[in-house]
């Protein structure tokens, strides 16, 4: 692709998951609603679609307001930091063979970077809002993604060892006789529940937690930054998806539709599973979900790691 | 301390209770009906049942009851044994075949005792199929609502009413379950403590009538502690408040002052706050005489500018009130100048209140609480008549003339709680109690010996009385006197505690010198002897405290009004048409330009104004204030005074902040002006320990003003707007006008309201108490400023040059006015309470059947009291100073003529005056009226 | 752990299940939901058989409301009949729970099946008791606490209320 071109489909992704997230939260709530045998937003427009639009009108228009004990500029630059970390995110995801913003060697690496760094925002927004709800949620996210970040890398150090890359690109391309997700059962399940912890949704929303702590990190935020947040939480999901269907389900591979097709198709399941795993499991209490990351999920991806080295050694070597 | 056994466990308790005293120290919940910590046992309810085991191998044990066992070194007892709650259990039910389904139309209900243990006890359905017994209902006064359908036949009612206060119509009628509690006829109950029923019922027969309209739960009730403003015993009372009025008064326990009990004038009296004359805005006079309502700010304004003292020229004066808080009185003196500060008492008070004071200062005897009085073995009464002017010290009294009962029975060691036994025992044997008065009082029925004397022969007999106990010869003295002085003086030397109460009730300063002289004399004789003096108002001794003696007196300040160096009069809460003749009031009011008032309730003084203030009540502000024997006590606001009502320490303090005065500079709040007051009074100094300042927290938290279950806090005012607003925030005080709040163990001065777990009525005040009928836990409430004064050696004060030779004959046809009490009307305030209102009569003039023979006139008529004119010299020429209704009454001292202090008609009518009463004509019953209620009835009737 | 994860299993697919079920939902306001009689919506004062207002303003109601948004003022009429001289209900406030009624011992205040009691002023909310107060009896149609109770008020002397004997003549020397 030219320059040009990149520039353009790079813009065109930014959009795209922009409109993405923001029907995600209709989508969500129709979901949720099909499984928990009531309708959800069915009001305005077909199906109540139009919910999106008022919803984003009624963010838009809210009074925004900084409380007066809080530290400023802290407070106004939090919810960016999560919005930009995401959507950089999206640079390394190959949506086709061609379709991709930049094929780094190191794009795997960069996805984890730049997810890593979204704990900035959450963190900073609880320090600036100077409320202790606030400042527990920070708390609780910090601990989270301290503990979720160490076997989330891991995890994925199987599919890196299976393909020799770090490239998405190659990584893709090395599916196209097995996909990932079969040799690497463990490494996806470790993913998936480090995926959920990265993107704090439900049931790992703990730094939120309303029936705790109100709001958790964003208990001060309203209006514009409050949905920023939102909008960061789901451009997570989005991409934690995408590189879910990357990595370990072939990403744009599968017969007869054009390879941006199956990649949108595969990557809408997972957010569909996301969403039911939201509508079925409660919230583990703070100290169930450590337990869990470092008992058991730290130890479950070690093993993986040193499974899957051993195989590709035997291979190779075979 | 005998241990004793109950249910298992050890417990150390005090020796000579009951069980059931026991238990209830110990914090156990035992049911109980007839006892009451101030009144005994008599085991009537058998409420009390608990099991006695004989030994430890005694597995069966027997029932008994509680409140009659007395407590023996390693006694066992069950209280929770299965026997001994099914018999509590059964007796609830038999108490409760007969009792109504009224509960949510019964007054009592919320705060019933009998609620209380029947939930206690886990009685529920009444088994019973027959028909409820029903009584028909008694009109016994303004007072006390009778019901009689829900007595339980505890004997409480007429245990207190007869037996504790000594009235005589109140009566258990007939036999069996028919037995009533009422009188003889329809009528209104007679004793001035009836009151009191309403806290003793356990239940809801008699129940607060003022409060029957416009009832309001307990729980409802906003309160806060407060002291009674009727008289100067000084009274602890829990005022409570609903909507913005003040709907009842009940007693507030203080072991050294009131104990469980209060008069009808403190508990009945207090409802003047919700007076239709109380002031809500501040009024100027404007040209046309009318007054003009003004907002807050500019009234004070206003004051700032008549309170300008020009250089060189200091023209502004202030009257402070006896009946005023000591903080108000304090401030009011420091913005005027002290010399220009009159304490506000009249004239013939003024050196009375001063003498009161010095005596009890210099005094070598106990100036004693009531608790102390009660311990009383001997007493002389010189001249006051206590039922009237210091009401609750008549009920102690009767206390007190009980303490021969006692040592009789300690004799048979018999227990002091054992009631019925000891009043048995006892029959008509009392310590003895020598009354010198003017004329009968309700104590006479105690008295071993009662006389009545004028003043001055009140003052001759204890004269004499304390000479024969120094051993000095009183031959000078009639021989009729002599034997009585001879039988009292040997009845006070024989006595452990004697006791000599006087007062300013008589009006006559030797009266009171006498009586300082004999307690003396007693302290001389090494005999523990106390002195107690009645003042007339509920601040009269802190304001003789506050100016000290030789204060300005109302007759100066006349004086400098009318030589025209007045230009401002301040005066703070003070009716001076109460203090002195019409004529001299009008005369000092109408020479000073601005007169400046600061009051309650509407009067003739602030119709006299030319800037009224409109002051908040005492249950609407704080202040202290000193008792009669020397105790300072604070009060608390009940409630936030409503629209532009203030303190009257606001309003000073404001006034002087906003004159940028140097001496307030410092002073923020309450507490700051009490300790400014503390440090530049010295008599004063003990004022801070009343209570503890704003900064008091009860375990980190203030200390509620309502109940956990106050109810409708989002509905009480939306009505006006749906949007609450803020709880009102209460800076000056630890208490706060909200439900959070720690109201627990908190001195005995910061008790908002008693309630325990269980214990909804006001039984739950052994909860509160260090032992039942002890001691509050947080301690008592007040601080004493009069401590015995160390030396034997006597001041001039006490020392006058008594003589007692008879003075000169008094001239023929000339009666000296004596003052006589009573206690609904005396009293300025309190009349404006409905239901007081409803008592008090017409003025009125007490003379002997045989004078009225000799003047011609009969009972009911009328008779005009006339002053014989000394400038023309002529027997003929005289000046009429009222026409009141005559009242034959034989008791009455020779010579002497008692008139109704306090009632309509009698205020130019100045004691120990000798006046010439003739017969009116045409004469008219006046219809019972107020002093200065609106002029009408200050003008002395509507006769020709 | 595998008995968790398996618990967690089951539980997405039963969710998942959920998928083919119809929702429950009633879409009001085209479609009106039933309400049992007993259903806890607007609040009424009722009156008794006779058509005297029930309510003793005993305060009950107000004393069990959680969010106190009660407020009554008892007044005697010369009978020595209680009733409220003013009642008060915030409805902005109400949580419609039904202590007012479980507490009332007259049957006197009672909850009714109607909710649709919006507005667009807060201040309107605020009931009073002309608004309260029915002509009927509502649930109960037989209670009449006078009846019960001990006290004399018109019409029914001492003695003439239910399971009541006559009045004690205290000078009579009978058993």
Request: with cysteine.
């Amino acid at each position: 692709m030219s320059e040009l071109g990149t520039i353009g489909f790079g813009l065109f992704i930014i959009l795209a998951a922009v409109g993405g997230a923001a029907t995600l939260t209709w989508f969500e709530r129709r979901l949720l609603g099909i499984w928990q045998d009531r309708y959800g937003p069915n009001r305005l427009g077909p199906f109540g679609v139009g919910q999106v639009a008022s919803d984003m009108i009624k963010l838009l228009t809210k009074h925004d307001w900084v409380p007066p004990f809080s530290d400023r500029v802290v407070f106004v630059f939090a919810p960016t930091a999560i919005v930009v970390a995401m959507m950089l995110g999206f640079a390394v995801v190959p949506f086709g063979p061609d379709l991709y913003v930049i094929d780094l060697n190191i794009g795997l690496l960069f996805f984890l970077g730049m997810t890593s760094l979204a704990v900035y925002s959450v963190l900073l927004a609880a320090l600036a809002s100077n409320n202790k709800y606030a400042l527990l949620g920070g708390l609780r996210s910090a601990a989270q993604m301290v503990s979720y970040e160490v076997f989330m890398g891991l995890s994925l150090m199987g599919v890196v060892m299976l393909t020799g890359s770090f490239s998405m690109r190659a990584i893709v391309e090395a599916q196209t006789d097995l996909w990932n997700f079969i040799p690497q059962f463990l490494g996806l399940f470790t993913f998936l529940i480090a995926g959920i912890a990265e993107s704090h949704r439900l049931p790992f929303d703990l730094p939120e937690a309303e029936h705790e702590l109100t709001a958790g990190f964003h208990t001060e935020y309203s209006g514009m930054k409050f949905a920023m947040f939102m909008l960061g939480e789901y451009l997570g999901l989005i991409l934690i998806s995408c590189m879910i269907v990357a990595l370990f389900f072939g990403g744009w591979l599968g017969p007869w539709l054009p390879p941006i097709v199956w990649f949108c198709l595969k990557t809408f399941i997972v957010i569909c599973f996301f969403i039911l795993l939201r509508a079925a499991i409660p919230r583990p209490r703070y100290d169930q979900l450590m337990t869990l990351g470092w008992k058991y999920m730290l130890p479950l991806t070690l093993f993986n790691l040193l499974v899957t080295g051993a195989v590709a050694l035997t291979l190779k070597g075979g | 301390m005998p241990v004793i056994h109950i249910d298992g466990q050890e417990y150390e308790v005090e020796a000579g209770q009951n069980i059931l005293q026991a238990c209830l120290s110990l914090g156990l919940d035992l049911p109980y009906f007839c006892w009451h910590p101030a009144m005994g046992s008599i085991g009537a309810c058998r409420q009390c049942a608990v099991v006695q085991y004989l030994n430890p191998e005694d597995n069966r044990g027997r029932i008994v009851m509680g409140c009659m066992t007395p407590v023996m070194d390693g006694a066992i007892f069950s209280l929770n044994g299965d026997k001994a709650s099914e018999f509590r259990r059964t007796i609830v039910e038999s108490l409760m075949l007969n009792h109504p389904h009224d509960c949510p139309v019964c007054a009592e209900g919320g705060e019933c005792h009998l609620q209380d243990m029947t939930v206690m006890v886990g009685h529920r359905d009444r088994q019973y199929r027959g028909k409820k017994n029903t009584h028909r209902n008694q009109y016994l006064g303004p007072l006390i609502h009778h019901e009689m359908n829900r007595c339980i036949t505890c004997y409480r009612c007429t245990r207190f009413y007869n037996d504790y206060a000594g009235g005589t119509d109140l009566a258990a009628m007939a036999a069996h379950d028919h037995t009533y509690f009422g009188r003889h006829e329809e009528g209104v109950l007679q004793s001035e403590f009836a009151g009191n029923l309403v806290e003793v019922c356990p239940t809801g027969v008699f129940t607060d009538k003022s409060l029957m309209k416009g009832y309001t739960r307990k729980w409802d009730l906003q309160s806060a502690p407060s002291v009674c403003t009727g008289c100067a015993v000084g009274c602890n009372t829990l005022p409570g408040e609903r909507y913005g009025k003040l709907k009842r008064v009940h007693n507030r326990f203080n072991a050294e002052v009131n104990g469980y009990f209060l008069c009808d004038r403190g508990r009945f009296g207090a409802a003047f706050v919700n007076s239709e004359k109380s002031l809500e805005y501040p009024g100027l006079r404007g040209e046309d005489g009318r007054f003009n309502a003004l907002d807050h700010h500019s009234a004070l304004m206003h004051m700032v500018h008549a309170c300008h003292a020009e250089e060189g020229k200091n023209k502004v004066a202030g009257i402070g009130s006896p009946r005023a808080s000591v903080e108000a009185n304090y401030l009011l003196r420091l913005l005027v100048g002290a010399e220009n500060f009159a304490p506000g008492f009249s004239d013939r008070e003024q050196p009375l209140i001063e003498l009161a004071l010095a005596l009890q200062q210099d005094s070598p005897a106990l100036i004693p609480d009531i608790q102390t009085i009660e311990s009383a073995d001997a007493i002389l009464i010189l001249g006051e008549d206590l039922t009237n002017t210091a009401p609750r010290i008549a009920l102690a009294l009767r206390q007190s003339v009980r303490n021969k009962a006692y040592e009789l029975a300690a004799e048979l060691r018999l227990e002091a709680w054992q009631d019925a036994a000891i009043r048995n025992l006892a029959q008509d044997q009392r310590s003895p109690l020598f009354i010198a008065s003017v004329a009968d009082s309700r104590l006479d029925d105690i008295a071993e010996d009662r006389v009545a004397l004028a003043p001055d022969d009140i003052a001759r007999l204890g004269f004499a009385v304390a000479k024969l106990i120094g051993g000095e010869n009183i031959s000078e003295l009639e021989p009729e006197l002599q034997a009585r002085a001879q039988a009292i003086a040997t009845a006070l030397q024989n006595a452990q505690r004697p006791l000599i109460i006087s007062g300013t009730g008589c009006g006559n300063a030797a009266v009171m010198q006498a009586a300082a002289q004999i307690a003396q004399a007693l302290c001389q004789a090494h005999n523990r002897a106390m002195l107690a003096l009645a003042v007339p108002e509920a601040n009269s001794l802190g304001q003789a405290m506050l100016t000290g003696p030789g204060a300005q007196s109302l007759a100066q300040l006349s004086k400098r009004a009318a030589a025209g160096k007045l230009d401002t009069l301040i005066i703070l809460e003070n009716d001076l048409y109460r203090r002195g003749p019409k004529a001299s009031i009008d005369a000092l009011l109408a020479n000073v330009a601005n007169v400046i008032v600061l009051d309650t309730l509407d009067n003739a003084t602030l119709s006299a104004s030319s800037l009224a203030l409109p002051a908040a009540s005492f249950a609407e502000s704080e202040g202290t204030l000193v008792s009669m024997e020397g105790r300072a006590q604070r009060y608390y606001p009940v409630f936030v005074p409503r629209q532009e009502r203030r303190a009257s320490w606001i309003w000073l303090l404001a006034v002087m902040k906003e004159s940028e005065r140097e001496e307030v500079s410092e002073l923020h709040s309450f507490d700051d002006i009490t300790r400014a007051c503390a440090s530049d009074i010295p008599a004063l100094s003990g004022i801070t320990g009343a209570a503890p300042d704003a900064h008091f927290r009860n375990a980190g938290l203030k200390i509620p003003r309502q109940t956990h279950r106050y109810s409708g806090r989002t509905a009480m005012r939306a009505d006006v707007s749906v949007h609450e607003p803020k709880q009102p925030v209460d800076e000056e005080s630890p208490l706060a006008f909200s439900m959070e709040g720690l109201n627990r163990s908190q001195p005995g001065s910061l008790l908002p309201f008693v309630w325990a777990p269980g214990w909804n009525s006001n039984q739950s005040l052994h909860k509160f108490q260090s032992e039942v009928g002890g001691h509050l836990k947080g301690g008592t409430a007040g601080a004493r400023l009069l401590l015995p004064a160390t030396g034997t050696s006597a001041s001039t004060a006490t020392q006058p040059d008594a003589t007692l030779a008879p003075s000169a004959p008094q001239q023929p046809g000339q009666w000296q006015m004596v003052p006589r009490y009573k206690i609904f009307g005396s009293d300025e305030l309190s009349v404006h309470s409905p239901a007081i209102a409803e008592l008090v009569d017409p003025g009125f003039i007490e003379i002997s059947s045989d004078d009225a023979r000799a003047l011609g006139v009969n009972d009911g008529e009328g008779l005009v009291l006339n002053k014989p004119d000394n400038a023309s010299q002529g027997e003929l020429l005289t000046i009429a100073v009222a026409t009141l209704e005559v009242r034959l009454n034989d008791s009455i001292a020779v010579g002497c003529a008692g008139y109704s202090v306090g009632l309509a008609g009698t205020e130019d009518i100045i004691a120990a005056d000798k006046l010439v009463l003739s017969k009116a004509d045409n004469w008219k019953r006046h219809k019972p009226q107020i002093i200065g209620s609106d002029g009408g009835g200050s003008t002395g009737g509507d006769h020709v | 752990m595998f008995k968790s994860l398996r618990s967690q299993l089951t539980t997405i697919w039963t969710i998942l299940q959920h998928s083919f079920t119809p929702a429950e939902t009633v879409q009001y306001p085209e479609e009106q939901p039933y309400l049992a009689p007993r259903y806890r919506g607007r609040i009424v004062l009722t009156r008794d058989p006779d058509g005297d207002e029930r309510c003793v303003a005993c305060n009950l109601c107000a004393a069990a409301c959680p969010p106190d948004c009660i407020a009554l003022q008892q007044g005697v009429r010369e009978d020595g009949r209680w009733y409220p001289e003013f009642f008060r209900i915030n409805f902005s406030r109400c949580i419609m729970c039904g202590m007012c009624e479980e507490a009332c011992p007259t049957n006197a205040i009672q909850l009714t099946p109607d909710f649709e009691m919006c507005e667009y002023e807060r201040q309107s909310m605020v009931y009073e008791k002309e608004h309260l107060l029915i002509s009927g009896t509502g649930k109960y149609h037989d209670y009449n606490f006078y009846r019960v109770s001990g006290l004399a008020i018109d019409g029914k002397d001492k003695g003439q209320g239910q399971n009541e004997a006559q009045p004690i003549d205290v000078k009579s020397l009978l058993p």
